[in-house]
């Protein structure tokens, strides 16, 4: 089932902005995942943050969460338009992942 | 990383037939494996999970007997689509999820197999 709410549907920035979304979700986690999907294509691994940490750092990425209101964000600085994608936020209670609707992110050169 | 291969990765047949998809982990054993549907600009939706050695667990709506899932062994899951109609079409993508230290919860997927039923 769908679990996580992702916002904002779509984004669109200048390369070298910063793009931020946002996910929230419904039910207690063990950790929360953020993919990638470039377009027609299967989803690629970006980070992992624990229910017990609350910021999370890898490369250009910085996811923060917060479990008393069942959010997190992922940041993604200085962008390329290799970035283009979509990306999507996942929670994993039971070792079952449940994607968010996704954000599509558009770097415009 | 890891890599899971997945096979077609389009596919077109006539209404009626039925379709097979292989999703393989290459360089790690996956007991447990997971396929997933994408329609168009949506999110992914778990159709099953995938266990080596037993039966698939299916979610809630899910046909058993219209989407046979066998995983016979730790590196190999597939989807059969049986008699395949057009509102089978979809994109479906397999993911395999590393049981090894640190990776273990991470999941690792295919690039996906495009089906269109006619």
């Known amino acids: 089932s769908q679990q996580g709410e992702e916002d904002p549907q779509a984004l669109s920035i200048q390369e070298g902005e910063n793009a931020t979304m946002n996910c929230s979700y419904k039910t207690s986690i063990n950790n929360l995942q953020w993919y990638r999907q470039n377009s027609g294509r299967g989803l690629v691994h970006l980070i992992l943050i624990r229910s017990n940490e609350r910021e999370k750092h890898s490369g250009r990425l910085r996811v923060t969460l917060d479990t008393s209101k069942k959010s997190s964000s992922l940041l993604i600085t200085a962008s390329r338009a290799a970035d283009t994608a979509s990306y999507f936020c996942a929670t994993d209670g039971d070792y079952k992942l449940s994607f968010g609707a996704g954000t599509t992110v558009t770097v415009r050169a | 990383g890891a890599v899971v291969s997945q096979h077609p990765s389009r596919v077109i047949c006539k209404s009626g037939t039925s379709v097979k998809i292989e999703c393989r982990s290459l360089d790690f054993q996956a007991t447990t494996m997971f396929w997933y549907r994408q329609f168009p600009k949506q999110s992914l939706m778990l159709m099953a999970t995938?266990?080596?050695?037993?039966?698939?667990?299916?979610e809630q709506g899910v046909e058993k007997d219209k989407f046979l899932i066998n995983h016979a062994s730790l590196t190999l899951s597939t989807l059969t689509v049986t008699s395949a109609h057009p509102e089978d079409s979809s994109f479906y993508i397999c993911s395999a999820r590393d049981s090894r230290g640190l990776a273990k919860n991470i999941q690792y997927f295919g690039a996906g197999t495009r089906l269109s039923v006619l």
């Open positions: 995938s266990n080596e050695g037993s039966k698939a667990t299916y």
